[in-house]
């Protein structure tokens, strides 16, 4: 779709974290244009910043997916306070979807494995642990580093539900998969793919995983046909772990872009909801902060236009429309704007 210059102007008013991305993907910008943006990241705003939070031994906070200092049992636990976003797994999951060089991160993998073990059993950080959604972040930046996890990777196809998907409540014998541990499995899987190779048997893992959330249109459940639930119409970033279409689709995206693939016709739903939550000034909104602590705020206020959002659907509506699809007029799940 045609990009309105005052809009692209402000997406491209922000921090090399995005704006390298709004160049290369909306801006039309050459390589050496939004490379040379990307280096920034490294030495600027976001990503410059992050690297400064990094402690001595390769972690963040102390911790691998919670800071050393947490209360498991206090309030912090609680549902109102969330779970915080300032250990290793989610500093690393920043810095690498914000396009930091692995270069820039030289030697942590080695610290990590030497120094940080999960919370769980005290398992070494990059053989992973018992958690899809964990596991899958773990893939990815293992892969980003060039960590050996080839034997995470296997995890997934011996962890992959009858349905087609994942759950990471499998440890409590559920064997029904869930659209959250589904899409963060299907990310990690895609980025292990487009960093080592992958293999066969891990290709159809993952167009198992896809077909899981294809046959549901990214929004309803495959037994009733209705909505799964209010937050997968919800837009919010950072996404975090959460599902959302919006979030599906930004994979979907990049999925049909690595296989050479047209978009699929099923996820028309999904692309109308994206298109409909569009305000008049051409911005999406962000819809909540998902609560928790965190090093510092990447993000507008909820309410307010988010260019990263903005960003992230713009894109989507810009590959679904070149790729020949139209999405139909169909009655979407209302989404939730509490």
């Known amino acids: 779709m045609a990009v309105d210059p005052e809009l692209l102007d402000w997406l491209l008013d922000s921090d090399p974290a995005l704006r390298w991305q709004v160049q290369r993907d909306l801006g039309?910008?050459?390589?050496?244009?939004?490379?040379?943006?990307?280096?920034?990241?490294?030495?600027?705003?976001?990503?410059?910043?992050?690297?400064?939070?990094q402690d001595p031994d390769g972690q963040w906070a102390g911790g691998a997916y919670f800071p050393a200092d947490f209360d498991f049992e206090g309030l912090e636990a609680s549902a109102d306070a969330g779970q915080p976003y300032t250990a290793t797994t989610w500093s690393l999951n920043m810095l690498r979807e914000w396009g930091l060089e692995a270069d820039a991160l030289r030697g942590t993998a080695e610290k990590l494995a030497a120094n940080s073990r999960w919370e769980y059993e005290n398992l070494p950080y990059w053989d992973g642990e018992v958690d899809c959604c964990i596991n899958a972040f773990t893939l990815a930046n293992g892969a980003w580093l060039g960590a050996d996890v080839a034997g995470l990777a296997e995890w997934f196809l011996e962890h992959q539900q009858d349905d087609g998907g994942w759950n990471c409540e499998w440890v409590e014998g559920s064997t029904r998969s869930s659209f959250h541990s589904t899409i963060n499995s299907l990310k990690g899987l895609l980025s292990y793919e487009a960093a080592i190779g992958g293999s066969r048997e891990l290709r159809a893992a993952r167009n198992r995983g896809q077909e899981y959330l294809l046959e549901r249109?990214?929004?309803?459940?495959?037994?009733?046909?209705?909505?799964?639930?209010?937050?997968?119409?919800?837009?919010?970033?950072?996404?975090?772990?959460?599902?959302?279409?919006?979030?599906?689709?930004?994979?979907?995206?990049?999925?049909?872009?690595?296989?050479?693939?047209?978009?699929?016709?099923?996820?028309?739903?999904?692309?109308?909801?994206?298109?409909?939550?569009?305000?008049?000034?051409?911005?999406?909104?962000?819809?909540?902060?998902?609560?928790?602590?965190?090093?510092?705020?990447?993000?507008?206020?909820?309410?307010?236009?988010?260019?990263?959002?903005?960003?992230?659907?713009?894109?989507?509506?810009?590959?679904?429309?070149?790729?020949?699809?139209?999405?139909?007029?169909?009655?979407?799940?209302?989404?939730?704007?509490?």
């Open 28 to 53: 039309g910008a050459p390589p050496s244009n939004w490379e040379a943006t990307r280096a920034k990241v490294r030495t600027e705003g976001f990503g410059a910043r992050l690297l400064t939070l």
């Open 217 to 338: 249109r990214l929004l309803y459940r495959k037994t009733t046909g209705e909505p799964v639930a209010t937050w997968a119409s919800r837009f919010v970033y950072p996404f975090r772990w959460f599902y959302s279409a919006l979030n599906a689709l930004d994979y979907f995206r990049a999925a049909a872009l690595h296989d050479a693939a047209a978009p699929d016709p099923r996820l028309a739903e999904a692309v109308s909801l994206v298109r409909s939550a569009r305000q008049a000034d051409g911005t999406w909104v962000q819809e909540r902060r998902h609560p928790g602590r965190v090093w510092f705020e990447t993000d507008v206020p909820p309410g307010q236009p988010s260019k990263w959002l903005t960003f992230t659907a713009m894109r989507v509506l810009d590959w679904w429309d070149q790729g020949g699809a139209v999405a139909p007029a169909v009655a979407a799940p209302a989404p939730d704007r509490r």
